[in-house]
């Protein structure tokens, strides 16, 4: 039995031995290649927020609240415009002794909206209730996934033509496919500061200039070839 258990140890051990000096495959080449296109924004993210300050908190509450769910309310009736609530904070302010002196509240609606028209006129109404805050744009779904699926192909393309060229420069007459991966990137692009500061300046019930641009997809693909005589 000690015999059979030691042959048995010893064939273990040098098929252990025989795996680990096996010389890694030769004729393998890692590649990259990717497609990018610029595709213009068709959706617009704004932040509307309204502060109020004064000695209690729970009035502070109650008045943001109220306005929050009015604002709700109307964007909610507006055709082409996805409406839902934002942050909701209140935090006190403190004298130079350190104590409570009054509380101050804050609250968010965020609206969505492939209308830029529609979105546009609704902030300008609502802003004697809310101010824009923040203005951001990005690309739908079926956007995206359209510019994707074009761009699939061309980086695809790109990675077997270079896979093909590269070969044939190492003296390779073809190649097969050892692993492969497909990447996407890109969609959203954040407004600068600046432009949502002069939104804001806009005189209420005034239309919020909204005006998107263009965002960058790019399909990437990654992978290795087995080169072949």
């Avoid at 252990?16 to 595709?39: C, F, K, R």
């Avoid at 959706?43 to 502060?51: D, I, K, N, R, S």
């Avoid at 509240?105 to 546009?120: N, P």
């Avoid at 951001?136 to 761009?151: D, I, M, V």
Wanted: hydrophobic share 40%.
């Amino acid at each position: 039995m000690k015999k059979l258990l030691a042959a048995s140890l010893l064939s273990t051990t040098a098929a252990m031995a025989a795996a680990q000096t096996v010389a890694p495959p030769s004729g393998v080449l890692s590649l990259s290649a990717q497609a990018a296109t610029e595709v213009p924004t068709d959706v617009v993210h704004l932040t509307l927020a309204a502060e109020q300050e004064g000695p209690e908190p729970t009035a502070i509450s109650n008045a943001l609240s109220s306005r929050t769910q009015a604002v709700l309310a109307q964007a909610k009736r507006t055709s082409g415009v996805e409406a839902q609530s934002g942050g909701f904070t209140i935090h006190p302010n403190t004298d130079r002794n350190g104590r409570i002196s009054t509380w101050r509240g804050r609250s968010e609606v965020i609206l969505k909206s492939k209308d830029f028209a529609a979105v546009s006129k609704l902030a300008g109404e609502l802003a004697s209730q809310m101010q824009v805050q923040n203005i951001a744009f990005s690309l739908s779904r079926e956007t995206r996934l359209a510019a994707e699926q074009k761009l699939a192909d061309q980086a695809v393309a790109a990675f077997r033509d270079k896979a093909q060229a590269t070969t044939k420069l190492f003296g390779y007459s073809g190649y097969t496919i050892r692993e492969v991966s497909l990447n996407e990137s890109g969609g959203v692009m954040p407004m600068p500061r600046m432009y949502v500061a002069k939104a804001m300046s806009d005189s209420a019930g005034a239309p919020i200039p909204v005006e998107g641009g263009k965002s960058q997809v790019t399909v990437s693909v990654n992978g290795s070839v087995q080169m072949v005589k």
